[in-house]
């Protein structure tokens, strides 16, 4: 996510009332290096949660695509950076299907894009706490919503055993 200049930034701040403005200052104060990318979440990204997705979801695919493969160490460091971005963007959001959708996408690019996590200890561990962390986000959905999810954690399942 690319943040807005700080004009951008003032100039819709005068467009917003007042008592808005007051929420959003209170809810920056409680982040401090990612102040201005949260504050271009809140007002020009928070109102179309999906194009956020989508661009959140483009960023993760171009960050696995510049992953060096050579070493192990490499691999899992930049899946971690990977992981803290995502889980930074859910923070931002706090909408639950936001977070549902953007590990479930992780996993999905994580198993595509590393051919080693059948051979690594450590790369199987990072998958399997994801995949513990999208049963917990999913199981305070609506029983629709969770059966949708479901289905597409059994496809992520059914990937990784073909791994």
Do not use: W
């Not at 960050?63 to 691999?75: A, E, L, S, T």
Request: with cysteine.
């Amino acid at each position: 996510m690319k943040a807005a200049s700080i004009k951008e930034i003032k100039d819709e701040l005068k467009n917003r009332e007042p008592k808005e403005v007051f929420d959003l200052c209170l809810r920056l104060a409680v982040f401090k290096k990612e102040n201005k990318e949260l504050l271009t979440y809140l007002l020009f990204e928070s109102h179309d949660e999906r194009s956020f997705i989508e661009s959140i979801k483009e960023e993760i695919v171009e960050d696995f695509g510049n992953i060096n493969y050579r070493q192990v160490y490499f691999i899992k460091k930049a899946v971690r950076k990977i992981l803290r971005n995502i889980k930074k963007y859910n923070r931002y959001s706090r909408n639950k299907e936001t977070a549902a959708d953007l590990l479930l996408f992780f996993c999905e690019q994580f198993l595509k894009d590393v051919p080693i996590i059948s051979r690594n200890k450590v790369l199987q561990n990072i998958f399997n706490r994801e995949i513990v962390q999208i049963r917990k986000i999913i199981s305070a959905f609506h029983e629709d919503l969770q059966y949708d999810y479901e289905i597409e954690l059994s496809k992520l399942q059914e990937l990784k055993t073909f791994n």
